[in-house]
């Protein structure tokens, strides 16, 4: 089936609606697009940090994925100049994460409401028009954190394994339709992330049983975060360049692993048995010995 064909005297859109473009991903994403031809609209909470994606070219429009009158607007204006959402990127997202019993629901909650049902509901609002031009593409941000889950990175990880069977749900949904559903698959990328991700985790406290865990987890992450070369950090730029072959793509791919963190990381967890694979974790991440308690 050609996933870009249109019902007849109803012409496809090429608008790009990207969320989350006040940095990383999807500054890079927008600006990359734009240069490309697209016409972008690119979408923040706060739109006052967007100067450059403007001078590029982009549409700036304040987009709050957690508001649903703000989904809905944002949605509704790009439909209103261009009849469709031609390529809907849901970037938008936060990190943090730490061992489960010491989070708090309503952080829970909120994390999944950015990460998870804003991508949901971004896509119900972008799909009716999408089916009536029989065309489209929806590109998800996942990470590697969907494919192998590191010590402390709940809920985080969770709301990228979340992304991943909601885009493979959506791609069955869609197909007959004549649209596209892609899944990005970073490793690390050097950008804001992680200093954002610290404003979504819960009061640190030095006396908790889990306080040495965590620190040695964070030390694994920020590693990560920061070596170089073929398995290192990648740049905003390049899952950028990922996002762009897939949109000029006449078939995109259902998934794209971007870096060598996440094509290595993966391999290593199909090949150890899961206890294989926490023995890996207990080695990267040491967990003292808890004390003994008393009768």
Known sequence: MDSHRTTPGMPSSR?????????????????VLAKAGFPVWA?????TGLGELEAAGCRVLE???????????????????????????????????????EFPLDIVRETFETNVFAVVRLCQLALPSMRARRSGL???????????TLPAE????????????????????????????????????????????????????????????????????????????PFGVLKAADVAAVILKAATAPRPKARYKVGGQARLGPAARRILSDRGWDALMRLM???PAPPAQGR
């Open 43 to 47: 979408s923040a909470r706060d739109v």
């Open 15 to 31: 608008a790009v609606l990207v969320t989350g473009c006040s940095s990383g991903i999807g500054h890079a994403t927008a600006l």
């Open 63 to 101: 987009l709050d994925v957690t508001d649903e009158q703000s989904r809905i607007a944002a949605v509704r204006q790009v439909e209103a100049e261009h009849g469709a959402v031609g390529v809907l990127v849901n970037n938008a997202g936060h990190g943090g994460g730490g061992p489960v019993e």
């Open 138 to 148: 929806i590109v998800n941000i996942g990470s590697v954190a969907g494919l192998i």
């Open 154 to 229: 709940f809920p985080y990880a969770t709301t990228k394994c979340a992304v991943e069977s909601l885009s493979d749900s959506l791609r069955l949904d869609a197909a007959p339709f004549g649209i596209s559903v892609t899944l990005i698959e970073p490793g690390p990328v050097r950008t804001r992330f992680m200093d954002n991700a610290e404003l979504h985790r819960p009061t640190a406290d030095e006396n908790s049983p889990y306080a040495v865990y965590k620190a040695n987890a964070a030390k694994l992450i920020a590693g990560a975060h920061r070596s170089d070369g």
């Open 285 to 287: 991440v040491p967990f």
